[in-house]
Each structure stands twice: as structure tokens, then as C-alpha cells.
């Protein structure tokens, strides 16, 4: 088994970079995606993603239950790429609107314990997408606030329990960890 967190900005080469370590594997890959089509400029976006896969690439979409897409989808011989854990966040945060209600919270929580607990049992190679966003000014709303701190702890917690951490800017792969 093998666990990269891939992180970079908006535009970085994050997914290309995934798709790259997924071709070069040899083995059957599976894509599962949490983008959610909302709006046309999110449909745009996804449908360049897609466009950019392999045709025989399978796809799972999975905004909230990536434990299960991951449990269904993972093992010896194949390759996962889960694109990207920084909209499954939102999808999980942003799911009422209300930042003052800790429902989202609490079910976020739920869902991020059950991916950490998940992650050491599987098998296969695994390559897990998502955000750097910790790096500019700090947001004016809570639930920007909330969103933003919720994400960095889950790229933290991640990097502690995976194999291997890269970062991504202008296309370029910087390994920040390597091994336990």
C-alpha cells in the first residue's frame, strides 16, 4: 500500500500530477471526484478534468461518502486518485449555510475520522488531492474561517498518516515527505 496527499493552490498541477504517478503505475485506475456541478463554471471544470482522463479510467462521483467510494474502489493492483479532499470538505461545511449551526461540523467530523480510520487498511496505491489554503489572509466570515481551518487540520492530519506528501506549484512536484 502506498498513500500520497498531493497539495497546491488553485491551478497548480495537483490533478495533472496524480494522473501523471497514476499512468506511470501500470495499474487500473479509478478517479473518484467530490466536485459537485452547481454551476456552469464548476460543470466547466469538471468537464475539463474528465476530458484530460484516460477513457477507461473509471470514475466515482463521491461529494460526502468517501470512505465508502474508497473502500469499494481500492486495492492490490489498482490505483486511486480521490480529486479533490478540499471540495469534499466544503461539501461537508457548506451543507446548510449556517456557520453558526455545528450540524455541518458535526457531520464533517464523523466523515473525517471515518477517512483517517479508513486510509491504513486498504490496499493499492492511493493518491489524495486537495488544497493548500492556508497560506493567504485570514477570511472575513466564520464559516469561510471555519472552512479554512477544517481543511488545513485535515491536510495536517493527513500528512502524518501517509506515505508520501507533495506539493505542486506551477506544475513543479516538491517532496515534503517521504516514508513514515
Request: hydrophobic share 50%; charged share 20%.
Amino acid at each position: 500500500m502506498s498513500i500520497e496527499l498531493i497539495l497546491g493552490g488553485a491551478r497548480s498541477g495537483k490533478s495533472a500530477y496524480a494522473e501523471q504517478q497514476a499512468r506511470e503505475s501500470g495499474c487500473a485506475v479509478s478517479v473518484i471526484v467530490t466536485a459537485q456541478p452547481l454551476d456552469a463554471e464548476m460543470a466547466a471544470r469538471i468537464a475539463h478534468h474528465r476530458a484530460h482522463r484516460p477513457a477507461h479510467w473509471r470514475t466515482v462521483e463521491a461529494p460526502l461518502d468517501l470512505a465508502a467510494a474508497l473502500r469499494a474502489a481500492a486495492g492490490a493492483d489498482r490505483f486511486v486518485i480521490v480529486d479533490c479532499l478540499t471540495l469534499w470538505a466544503s461539501n461537508h461545511l457548506c451543507a446548510t449555510g449556517q456557520p453558526e449551526t455545528d450540524a455541518p461540523l458535526d457531520a464533517w467530523s464523523a466523515a473525517r475520522g471515518e477517512l483517517l480510520k479508513l486510509l491504513p487498511q486498504l490496499d493499492g496505491a492511493i493518491a489524495l488531492v486537495s488544497n493548500e489554503i492556508g497560506w493567504g489572509v485570514v477570511p472575513m466570515g466564520a464559516m469561510t474561517r471555519r472552512f479554512v481551518d477544517e481543511a488545513g487540520r485535515l491536510n495536517q492530519a493527513l500528512a502524518r498518516c501517509c506515505d508520501r506528501v507533495t506539493l505542486v506549484a506551477a506544475g513543479l512536484p516538491l517532496t515534503l515527505k517521504v516514508g513514515g
